[in-house]
């Protein structure tokens, strides 16, 4: 095998041992035979750090104690690592990926991309200026019926929009928490200005963004922290204004007991309406105007080449979450792999500028519930 028809070299920041989102990454990386994983610097001390690495096999010279040694090393070998994934708490996420963007690494980056519109406004200079590929993991635009949603939208089977609604619901922040995953998402200077919006409201944004191909252009909100003492939103609503006179609905939560991952997508058009719920991930619902409704599976009649392209199992055998960021992970393969060739491919995997408006739409929805639910621009200044 030759250039990038064999695996790509892959290290991780972040991901160690009883971390979360990390494994899934590595699982994704390996799914469709794309990545080897080869370095990592998993943890917070050094030494969590090298027991991580050897726990996954990592070779010790290549188990590193912290990221900056990790780019050091990986730079400086013939075999060195040519993407880095970062998958540590979200602080760390505009350092790590702009001295890895810097040092010609490619990157897939976890979201939200970073706390602030500065450091994303210089992550993305740095990225054009190096021209490297860079992800950022929302992972629900891999979903095959997502991509199928969009395909109908743009197909026009819904006719004109008018309105889009996104619900995420979470009830694990209820209470007060002092569990790793809890620690860090409810600590400001570690997670960024924005709560329960930062972590799963800007999943929310991109999908509403994504399934419409519209643009957000304007937004109120407000945002509440209810349970005492913490410092950042754990619930958050707003009405959204989109391009064209498309009018939305956003809501997200972590307060809401009983509520798991409960992600819910609907989208209304003139001549119908799609709805989809990321905990039933392999059914989609499309009501045409004045007809039967019609529900949709994953791998089965009715569903197009959009989704097609990124089911791997047949109908009725479930695939979710993993496969959703695996068709992420290999979608940048396939720009590089494009790229070696000189091919110049539109890849379809969220980049750099849909971390981008993410960080502005967390940053003008802070702004509008800071001014009383006023409404506020997003228009052009991403
Ligand atoms: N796309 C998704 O669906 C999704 C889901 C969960 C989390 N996330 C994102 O992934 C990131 C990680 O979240 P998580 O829930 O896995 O958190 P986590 O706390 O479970 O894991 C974070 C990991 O980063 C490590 N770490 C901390 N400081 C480090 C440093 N200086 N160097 C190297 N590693 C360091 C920790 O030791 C830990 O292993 C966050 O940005 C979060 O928003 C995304």
Redesign the pocket.
Known sequence: MSGYQRPLRLAM??????????AVHRHAAALDGRYVLVAG????TPQ??RE?GAALGLSPERSYG??QELLEGEKNREDGAEVISI????H??FPVALAAVQAGFHVIC???LVPTLREAQELEAAVKQAGTAFAV???YSGYPLIRQAREMVRRGELGQIRKVIVEYHQGWLATEQTG??AE?RTDPARNGPAGALG?IGT?AEQLATFISGLSLEEVAAELTSFVPGRPLDDDASMLLRFEDGVRGVLTVSQIEIGRENDLRLSVFGTQGSLSWRQEDPNHLIYDGLDKPRQILTRGGPGTGGAANAVTRLPAGHPEAFIEAFANIYSAVADDLAARERGEDINPDYPTIRDGVQGVEFMTRVLESAAANGNWVSLKGSG
């Open positions: 920041v972040g991901g160690g041992q009883d971390a979360f989102i990390g610097a998993l943890s917070s969590r750090s991580s912290t990221w998958v540590t708490p979200n760390l996420h976890d979201k939200p993991t929302y992972n790793k995953q860090w972590d999943h």
